[in-house]
């Protein structure tokens, strides 16, 4: 293992070296470049990511961030540029070269086709940071899950489970408080510091969604050690007219309905103001293993949201709110009266308790609320600045109902048993500049006040927090080769009110980041990121006393825990010849110091609430090292083939052991049709893929409850297909999941301990996107 943890060290820094010093052996004789910015053709928002190719020369790029594109290296002469881009009508436009000046070109977005869902982040996204993406048509395949489950099938992503329908994504081995979440430029603030608390996120809300990975924390934050995911609303309308779409969805595992709807607009009279709303239903039932059904694991959820904005050329603001409401139940099999219960449903096979379906939410069960106000203000001063200003509030409350032994579990009189209440305030500013063709330069400050509050039985203490940051980040750019720089400087002072005392903590420190991507030729690229970040423990962490209902556990905190604080680095290179032909691969290392972790104690506790596994804080020294690839390899027409995986190892140094709930390695491959032409099933694909999980072999003997689960494969079965009824489009997709119906246990599902995973579930899935010109 030194071996290869020396060989990905030593790769990290070759890289480095090599983007700074590497020469120009790669240049032709043909002197000339084609440079110019890609805008949409309606609001002159620029258009990043997309595909530019000279099919005469068999060279191309892809715009960045800004919607701009550099082809070096052409000869003179005239040539066909061909423009492509999801979600947009396609242009060929004649050019010769050479150019006197950049040119602008515009694409006419389809309204009738899907937003484009690509996880790219169109203001912050530097091609510096590892980045991966799912665009266009493929959110069909995603539509009415969960975010998790939007993000667990890219490499390096999984999710983890606290039962059916609670998950949270995994990032490189990274999970809750080390992974930030930004809804709408916001930083989500809820009780994350939970394994069974998923972010309290509707994805119907976002056009496109960030994922970042790696140590981020200069520009979003003291917490991003594992990744940052960002979702943002799309845009408000920049043209006259009304539109908007309609989401129906059916599960057949659970019997869910999930039905989303939005409607946007502007009118003539007043073109600077533009509005949308947008809302979700969703209800669905116990859900099924292959052999029996999970009692008491239905969900009900209702969420909406509102944006208004006035937007001028110079200047403007908008104001945004957003409500997320759900309530599910909790396996009632995990939740035993004793000793001998628990020893049953760790030796057996089938849990004893497998009822039939049922729409009915009882005891044990949660509700989760989260509200999100936000007020965002821009000004343009000069062309080439932008100050940005942010203020907001959240609400997040939590409830649990348990099972009380001896009454009545039907008894909805009775209060929950745990409530948490944490409200949130936060201001951002910034100030982006563009200083010359060469260097962009971003600083920014934040702060916020946090007070967390509780009723019923005490889990964690009351708390109230104050926070800041400073940063700066700078960008320069020399010819194929893209250098970025960041620091920052962030503090909390926290006040916590325990039964005896109120002591005050106090946490600071710096975090930094350096990063450089090298375009090595048309089709290559090289980056590489390395930096330092941390994050102050949570007072769950360090204070948590009692049982952790979702995840039916008792947890116990260590008050003499430090802060985490990590080095890592990143490198990954990129082959993307325009013709279907692509590959990434990603390598990472991560150090901790005073890495925090659950660790199972020796015997379970028991309360009068039942008989639990305990778990207990512990810290030490961690090192996480591995590798992300994914390839596409056409095959030919619309057939191509796929393959990508993920490996990591995760260690702990202190203990000189494996460190518990690290993902197993795990790999997907498959192949794929996809139409591609003017016709009425223009962009409609099928794609079949077997998807395999090893069994996690690296793990603590001394800790685990019971082993980890063995190896298990599924099958999943997506398609979509656009079908053209007179002007009006429809998409109508289709995925089956486990479609072999296979009985298997995740390694990341606590609920392992008690259950198998659902079975088959076919999804059916109906989108219907609507539009009207000015009225």
């Known amino acids: 293992m030194s071996t290869i943890n020396n060989f990905i060290i030593g790769w990290l820094l070759v890289s480095l070296c090599l983007l700074i010093g590497i020469s120009n052996s ?455 080769l893209q250098l970025e720089g960041g620091l920052r400087y962030d503090f909390e002072n926290r006040e916590v009110e325990l039964e005896a005392e109120t002591p005050t903590f106090n946490y600071s420190n710096i975090s930094y980041n350096l990063g450089a991507n090298y375009r090595i030729s048309n089709f290559w690229h090289l980056n590489a990121n390395i930096g330092r970040a941390w994050r102050a423990t949570t007072v769950a962490e360090l204070f948590s006393d009692g049982v952790n209902h979702g995840e039916a556990a008792v947890e116990l905190g260590n008050p003499n825990l430090d802060s985490e604080r990590v080095f890592s680095g990143i490198v990954g290179l990129k082959y993307n010849n325009f013709k279907g032909l692509r590959s990434n691969l990603t390598v990472y290392y991560k150090q901790f110091q005073n890495y925090i972790f659950l660790a199972p104690a020796s015997y379970p506790t028991l309360t009068i609430r039942g008989i639990f596994p305990t778990y207990n804080y512990e810290q030490a020294k961690a090192r996480f090292t591995g590798a992300d690839f994914d390839t596409e390899i056409p095959i030919r027409g619309g057939l191509s083939a796929f393959f990508r995986g993920s490996v990591l190892r995760a260690y702990n140094q202190t203990a000189d052991d494996d460190l518990i709930l690290i993902p197993p390695n795990n790999f997907s491959y498959g192949v794929k049709y996809q139409l591609n032409n003017d016709g009425p099933l223009d962009q409609s694909f099928i794609r079949v893929s077997m998807q395999h999980f090893n069994r996690q072999n690296h793990f603590p003997d001394s800790t685990e409850i019971i082993l980890p689960p063995d190896a298990y494969q599924l099958l999943q079965v997506d398609a979509v297909a656009r079908i053209q009824l007179k002007k009006q489009p429809i998409y109508l997709g289709f995925s089956i999941y486990n479609a072999l119906n296979r009985t298997y246990r995740s390694y990341l599902n606590r609920m392992r301990y008690f259950a198998d995973e659902p079975g088959r579930n076919v999804v059916i899935r109906l989108k219907v996107p609507f539009g009207r010109d000015a009225f």
């Open 26 to 480: 790669f240049a032709q004789n043909c002197p000339h470049q084609l440079k110019g910015v890609l805008l949409d053709q309606q609001t002159s928002s620029p258009l990043p990511f997309a595909t530019v190719y000279i099919s005469e020369v068999e060279q191309g790029n892809v715009t960045d961030s800004l919607g701009q594109f550099n082809i070096p290296q052409v000869c003179s002469g005239s040539y066909l540029l061909s423009i492509s881009y999801i979600g947009y009508k396609g242009l060929d436009t004649l050019v010769t070269i050479p150019m006197n000046a950049p040119i602008s070109l515009t694409l006419r977005p389809l309204n009738e086709q899907l937003d484009d869902f690509t996880i790219e982040d169109q203001r912050h996204q530097r091609i510096a940071q590892a980045v991966q993406s799912i665009s266009g048509i493929e959110l069909q395949t995603k539509a009415g899950g969960d975010l998790a489950a939007t993000l667990r099938e890219m490499p390096g992503v999984q999710a983890l489970k606290t039962s059916a329908t609670a998950a949270k994504p995994v990032i490189h081995g990274l999970h809750g408080n080390r992974i930030l979440i930004l809804t709408n430029g916001v930083r989500l603030e809820a009780q994350q510091w939970r394994l069974d608390y998923a972010p309290e996120i509707d994805p119907f809300i976002a056009q496109n969604i960030t994922l970042v990975q790696g140590a981020n924390s200069v520009r979003y934050g003291s917490d991003a050690i594992g990744g940052v995911v960002l979702l943002n609303p799309p845009p408000l309308r920049k043209n006259t007219g009304i539109g908007g779409e309609i989401n129906l969805i059916g599960f057949s595992n659970n019997r869910q309905g999930t039905a989303s709807g939005m409607l946007d607009g502007q009118f003539k009279k007043t073109p600077d103001l533009s509005w949308r709303i947008q809302g979700t239903l969703a209800r669905g039932g116990n859900a099924k293993a292959p052999d029996y059904y999970l009692d008491n694991t239905g969900i009900k959820e209702y969420n909406f949201s509102g944006e208004i904005g006035y937007q001028k050329e110079r200047y403007g603001i908008s104001t945004f709110y957003s409500q997320y409401n759900s309530e599910f139940g909790i396996y009632r099999g995990s939740h035993n009266h004793n000793l001998r219960d628990i020893i049953d449903i760790f030796e057996g096979e089938v849990p004893p308790d497998t009822t039939g379906f049922s729409y009915e939410i009882l005891r044990p069960r949660q509700s989760a609320e989260h509200e999100l106000f936000k007020v965002g203000a821009y000004f343009k001063p000069t062309e080439k600045g932008t100050l940005r200003a942010t203020y907001a509030r959240q609400f997040n409350r939590r409830e649990e109902f348990d099972i009380t032994h001896g009454q009545a579990i039907l008894d909805e009189n009775l209060a929950p048993q745990l409530g948490l209440k944490l409200t949130t305030h936060s201001v951002d500013l910034s100030w982006d500049q563009t200083i010359n063709s060469q260097w962009e330069s971003t600083i920014g400050l934040s702060t916020a006040r946090k007070r967390n509050n509780f009723s019923g039985v005490s889990f964690i203490p009351r708390y109230t927090s104050l926070l800041g940051g400073i940063y700066t980040i700078q960008t320069y750019t020399l010819g194929a």
